[in-house]
């Protein structure tokens, strides 16, 4: 494939001081929801103990039953306000619907569209339009091409502050719940000059998998990480058999910051 630009400069984008493309390393960790204050506080102050820049978090969320737990919505955005006041942390939550921008964007520092959202162009032009960065995941069965185009809609909307986020696509493998593609963050970043950011937690699925796949990425040159995090995993309304506990990110932080000292 062809690069977008012919001269790539590394674009950083600034989150209230927080620089993410600019050399350090920036980890969003929380919960895949947002599931009540008590819980939600709890997780934020664990992942700001351990060294997280960004609290992350579903107020809406894309779930793939409708009879499952959808989010607490308007008041789960009100819990990261409050959980982004204790903590002083950076927020990223998931914005779903053209409808809803500006109330996510009145809370979220970075506006996630997710990985079902990818090629939502109406949704990529709305958040284009906003001047909050915008956290771009991977469409699971998008390729990287498809991916680029997806961010030049926020782009050429106005917004130049796309962050990329590689959460593994759908191959033939089914050992784990989507494949990690870890070749396009290196890829990426001869194409693009955007950050990119590697979410192994949605990447492989499964705890286990998480810290080994953080270390990878760092080393394959990613500008950051997006961690599941909660308080109690087995409690958790979503995705607990990828969500780390507290002790395991500690643990998972000190990793991949001797990885990136080492690059
Ligand atoms: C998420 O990060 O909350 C999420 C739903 O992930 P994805 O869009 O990558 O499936
Ligand atoms: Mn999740």
Not at 237 to 245: E, Y
Request: proline share 5%.
């Amino acid at each position: 494939m062809e690069a977008i630009k012919t001269e790539i400069v590394q674009h950083v984008v600034n989150v209230n001081g927080l620089q993410i493309g600019g050399g350090e390393l920036v980890v969003m960790a929380g919960p895949c929801a947002v599931e009540d204050e008590e819980t939600l506080l709890a997780a934020a102050g664990a992942v700001k103990e351990a060294g997280a820049q960004v609290l992350r978090g579903g107020a809406y969320k894309p779930r793939t039953s409708p009879k499952a737990f959808q989010g607490l919505g308007q008041a789960g955005l009100e819990m990261l306000a409050k959980a982004a006041k204790a903590t002083g942390l950076a927020i990223v939550t998931e914005v779903m619907d053209t409808r809803n921008v500006d109330e996510v964007a009145a809370v979220a520092d970075i506006l996630q569209v997710g990985s079902r959202n990818m090629q939502n162009t109406a949704l990529l032009k709305e958040v284009g339009k906003t001047n909050k960065p915008v956290l771009l995941k991977r469409g699971m069965s998008s390729t990287v091409e498809e991916w680029l185009l997806a961010a030049e809609y926020i782009l050429d909307a106005g917004n130049p502050d796309v962050i990329l986020c590689e959460r593994g696509i759908r191959t033939f493998e089914t050992a784990l719940r989507n494949t990690l593609d870890l070749s396009a963050v290196s890829l990426l970043k001869e194409l693009s000059g955007l950050p990119v950011v590697v979410d192994p937690s949605h990447g492989t699925g499964k705890r286990s998998l998480v810290a080994p796949m953080s270390r990878a990425a760092v080393a394959a040159g990613a500008d950051g990480l997006v961690i599941e995090v909660h308080p109690n995993p087995e409690k958790a309304s979503c995705d607990g058999p990828q969500s780390l506990t507290p002790p395991e990110f500690a643990g998972l932080m000190g990793q991949v910051r001797r990885v990136r000292e080492a690059l």
